[in-house]
Structures are given as C-alpha cells and as structure tokens.
C-alpha cells in the first residue's frame, strides 16, 4: 500500500516538474508573453541595447529586426540618435518595424537630436566645400526634421502608432539598465556615439558594468563612403567616437568600414529577400526604399550591409574571423573630423586597445539575413 502511494507521489512530483519546466520555457520563447516574466529563469538570452540612428530595413533598420527577432537575443530597448536621419525620425521608423514584426514591448527610447557640438555637424557642408568635396547627401542634415517623433511617424506611416515611447533621455536609459543588469549588457552602437558618451560621462561607475560595446563606425585602412578620409558615424559625432574609444570598456569590437566593402549584397540578392518575407509591412518598406531604385536601374550593382554585419557578430561572435587589436585616436577639429589614426602602441595614457574586425564570412552573414526575412 505505502509502495503504491509513493509510485503515484513521485509520478505527480515529475509531472509538476515538467510541467513547470515546460511552462517557463513557453514564456522565454513567446515574446507576447515576456512581459509577465520579465525574469525569466531558464532564459540564457545575451542581453542588448540597441543604439541607433534607425533607417527602415537597410541597413539599421534590418539589424533591429535581426537582433528583436532573434531567440538568442533579449533587446532590453532602443535609443535613437541623429546619424543618417534626425533623430525623432529614426523614433519613428524603430517604432514602424517593431510594431510590423510583433516585437512591440521592446522599449524605445529618443535619444540624442544633436551630436555633442552641434555646430560642428551644422558647418560640415561648407567645412567639405572649403577643401574641395562637394557632396549631394548630407544624411540627416539633407532630410526634413520634425519636431516630434509622432509627427515624423505620422508624415512616414500616415497612421498612428500602437506604441510609444519611454519619457526619459537615453543616457539615463542606457545608465540605468547597466546597473539593473551589471555585466551582462552589449551596447550595440550602430550610429554616431553621442548617447553613449553622454551615459559615460554623466554617470562613469556605469564603465565597468558594461559586458561589451560593439560599434558600426570608423574607415581604418580604407577610404571612407561618403568622403575619402572618414566613416560617417564618426564624422557627425567625432568628439562622442573620441570619447568611447578612450573609455576602458572591458571589450570594444569596432565594425568599421574596411569590412564593410568585403560584405556586400547585389541586386539579386535585395529582390529575392522581397520574395521571401511574407510580412506585408516590410516587403512595402523593401520596396518603397530607395536602394530598390537603385539597384533596378543599375545604378549600384552592390550594396554594404554595415549595422548588419555588427549584429550577426552580435548574434554570432564566430563570425568575427580576422580582428585586429589597436589603439586609435579620432581627429575632432578641421574638416577632415572624423579621421581615425591607427596605432600599434599606446598613444597616450588614456588610450584603450580596441578590436577591428578586418574580415567576416559574408555568404553566412548574407544566409542569416535571409534567414530573418523568411521568419519575420
Ligand atoms: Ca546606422
């Protein structure tokens, strides 16, 4: 008699116990569910924050899509900066490719409208001018900024958003979700530097908390895209690069341009990724972009993937396959801002060693973005 009730405890006990199990896995895996189990036990999940000048799909717009969509990946929110476009636009266009792809509790955060001395990104066009470079497309500074994010939103979508936005500054953000989870947060910096270099300076405690900082910035052994001598990210906001490539994080992977030009995309490959996504909004946005123009007319025959690159490294850290430790300095004054030096030893006492990634395996790279646009 004793044998058989002890037979039946333990059969109730195991199917508790999986049954629990079975449970908490559910809730780590359906992001519907994640709010109610905001600490999740069994989740393994790498802990980002994103950090963004937000275009929509490419390149900024697929890396936030591959990194919310990823299983692997918990995107603890995303702060917005004016790089490519104004900052409450990039709000906006976050916002859009969250709510297309169900990722809507992520939270967003808008973030720096202006690098850290404005007037240096206000006077870069006649800066270029007065040493010879006219170029068409100044990024943001040639796009219409609207006051708000909402105005933006509604002037991009003609529609309301079903989400909002978090009332704080992205540093406060970005300074306060570190000390939540110390050690376990990447920032992952695909835009200029002004939202880091302002958590950095205003709260500097936060420096050793920080698990990693990946960043989309920087020309090192090649020319730059936009102008010969320097990446954009780094030109618009020269002093905040400056600023986080001296800060002793513990790790700093830079994903400059010299890889960038190695990992490309070709025609082909963009109308096939419109094939395979069956998601309304974003096949429209594949679409609608200008990169589909370009690439019908034969205007481009290839295509950088940038931020993409840094977030299958984020995703993937075998794919950082040629890296290349250094020191480096950024130039902040003189129209060739945004410059980097290179240095085999210390520079100066304040320098930190960083690692470039020189090399990547594009096709897996190419596959993974693939990958994504069937699944969204
Ligand atoms: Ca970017």
């Avoid at 939540?180 to 302002?198: H, S």
Wanted: charged share 20%.
């Amino acid at each position: 008699m004793r044998r058989v009730k002890f037979a039946v405890l333990v059969k109730y006990a195991v199917f508790l116990l999986f049954a629990t199990l079975s449970f908490l896995t559910l809730s780590c895996d359906d992001d519907s569910r994640q709010d109610n189990f905001t600490t999740c036990p069994v989740s393994t999940r790498a802990k980002v924050i994103i950090d963004a000048d937000v275009v929509e799909v490419f390149d900024d717009g697929v890396a936030l899509m591959m990194l919310a969509s990823n299983p692997t990946i918990d995107v603890l929110g995303v702060t917005t900066v004016t790089g490519n476009e104004w900052s409450s636009s990039c709000v906006a266009h976050a916002i859009r490719q969250l709510e297309a792809i169900g990722k809507t509790s992520i939270p967003v955060v808008e973030g720096a409208s202006r690098p850290l001395y404005p007037e240096k990104f206000f006077s870069l066009e006649e800066d270029w001018k007065s040493i010879g470079y006219v170029v068409d497309y100044m990024r943001a500074l040639s796009n219409e900024e609207d006051s708000t994010w909402t105005e933006a939103y509604k002037r991009f979508y003609n529609t309301t958003p079903t989400m909002t936005t978090l009332n704080k500054s992205a540093e406060d953000f970005i300074i306060e979700t570190v000390k939540n989870n110390p050690n376990e947060v990447t920032l992952f910096v695909i835009g200029p530097c002004t939202n880091i270099a302002k958590a950095v300076q205003k709260a500097p405690e936060i420096v050793p908390l920080i698990k990693n900082v990946v960043y989309m910035g920087g020309a090192f052994y090649c020319d730059g895209y936009d102008v010969p001598w320097a990446e954009f990210n780094w030109i618009a906001d020269p002093d905040a690069a400056q600023i986080c490539v001296n800060t002793a994080f513990k790790d700093q992977l830079i994903i400059g341009q010299d890889v960038s030009y190695k990992v490309t995309m070709d025609s082909a490959y963009y109308f096939n990724l419109i094939d395979v996504t069956s998601n309304a909004i974003i096949k429209q946005m594949l679409k609608d972009k200008y990169l589909f123009g370009l690439f019908s007319s034969g205007a481009v025959d290839k295509w950088c993937l940038w931020d993409v690159i840094a977030a299958a490294c984020v995703i993937d850290p075998t794919l950082e396959q040629d890296v290349i430790s250094r020191y480096i300095t950024i130039d902040t004054e003189g129209a060739k801002r945004g410059h980097v030096n290179v240095y085999e030893s210390k520079p100066s006492s304040d320098a930190q060693s960083v690692r470039i990634l020189m090399n990547t395996d594009a096709e897996r790279v190419r596959t993974m973005i693939t990958d994504v646009f069937a699944n969204l």
